[in-house]
């Protein structure tokens, strides 16, 4: 009766309804808001594909080779057995079979078992579980590179983005039945953590089978497209997206030195635009300066007189736990120069950007 339980739960978890709208709304609305160009920039790929789409049969032959070299109870193999039926099954898309995989091995391992159901279970963070043992390279390949696989995906529905690139590091699209899978998460990661040339990198691998991919895979792809041809390095929109890292990663309890990182390269480039938009507004001041003087005649005797150009503060950010929040006096002129020269909504971010940092420096960092 038991073992009819759990086969019977082990369907469930297969055949349940996918959230994979919800999971990735927030990534689809930022990308939405954040604007797109109408014109990309990749070119038609004219060469061979690096990867191939899997099948249901060979993927079959997998697990049950892997089963077959295993000392296991009768009982668990005859379950593990029963979710490879002969007949070809008609829901046998990437995720699908990685889905089926993980059951496979969470039926003979009990390590798998754990993993996958602390993934099933509630998340309420902030450390995702434990899965320091996939690292070992003894490991049979089809255990530990799907199972990496699995629990990248879940790392990503939970915003744990810098843990999904570790953790897919090394796979290649051959060592895992969702090869698509593998690229779409590798490219999630890499553009929510503002990495372009990384997300062009795994966005280019994975439209070499855009035709065959599902379809919010497509759809998801063709938005990232549009957004990195849009996305030029130190713009504000470049920014804006860095900011939006942080407060994600305080969101999910990471305070620590990453993302402190990460909030000095968001100071620097504001001090860059900043020092930028000084030194335009400089020269429109000398110009309009030089031109109110032509139009009076000067005295032949009389030398035109030479201004100093301005000097910009330097502004000290501190070395500190409140580094992030700058002066009064310094954060209101940085406002005042961003909101003349961008859409309001920019200065709304930043002024949020400045209160969260303010906010994190009075607690104590974590890893």
């Known amino acids: 009766m038991n073992n009819i339980n759990h086969h019977a739960r082990t369907t469930a978890r297969i055949t349940k309804p996918r959230r994979f709208v919800i999971h990735y709304l927030p990534f689809v609305i930022a990308a ?3 604007g797109f160009s109408a014109t990309p920039s990749f070119g038609q790929l004219t060469f061979e594909p690096s990867w191939e789409l899997p099948e249901y049969s060979a993927v079959r032959t997998q697990a049950l080779n ?3 070299q295993l000392q296991i109870e009768a009982q668990n193999r005859e379950t593990a057995e ?3 039926p002969t007949v070809e099954l008609r829901d046998t898309d990437g995720t699908a079979l990685l889905e089926r995989v993980a059951e496979t091995l969470a039926v003979a391992d009990s390590q798998a078992r754990a993993l996958i159901d602390a993934c099933d279970a509630p998340y309420v963070g902030p450390v995702p579980p434990e899965a320091k043992w996939l690292d070992d390279q003894a490991l049979p390949s089809f255990l530990r590179q799907n199972l990496r696989l699995y629990f990248a995906r879940w790392l990503a529905q939970q915003q744990h983005y810098d843990e999904v690139i570790s953790t897919l590091e090394g796979i290649k699209p051959a060592e895992v039945v969702d090869p698509a899978g593998l690229l779409f998460y590798r490219l999630v990661a890499h553009q929510q953590l503002v990495q372009p040339e990384e997300s062009r990198a795994a966005l280019v691998q994975l439209l070499e089978h855009e035709d065959a991919l599902p379809r919010r895979y497509q759809q998801i792809a063709q938005l990232v497209k549009r957004d990195l041809s849009s996305l030029k390095d130190e713009s504000l929109d470049h920014i804006a997206r860095r900011m939006n890292d942080v407060r994600r990663r305080l969101e999910i309890g990471r305070s620590g030195r990453q993302v402190q990182i990460v909030e000095e390269s968001v100071l620097d480039s504001l001090e860059r635009l900043i020092k930028k938009i000084e030194k335009q507004q400089q020269e429109q001041s000398s110009s309009g300066a030089a031109g109110a003087q032509s139009s009076k005649p000067m005295k032949d005797s009389q030398l035109p007189s030479m201004r100093a150009p301005m000097k910009v503060d330097q502004r000290d950010i501190g ?3 409140g580094w992030g929040d700058l002066p009064p006096k310094e954060r209101e002129k940085a406002l ?3 909101g003349r020269e961008f859409p309001s909504h920019y200065r709304a971010l930043i002024e ?6 303010a906010d994190e420096s009075t607690s104590e960092p974590s890893n």
């Open 32 to 34: 939405l808001m954040l």
């Open 66 to 68: 892997w089963l077959e």
């Open 336 to 338: 005042q120069e961003i």
């Open 352 to 357: 949020q950007y400045f209160r969260e940092l």
């Open 82 to 84: 029963s979710l490879w």
């Open 319 to 321: 070395s500190q736990s």
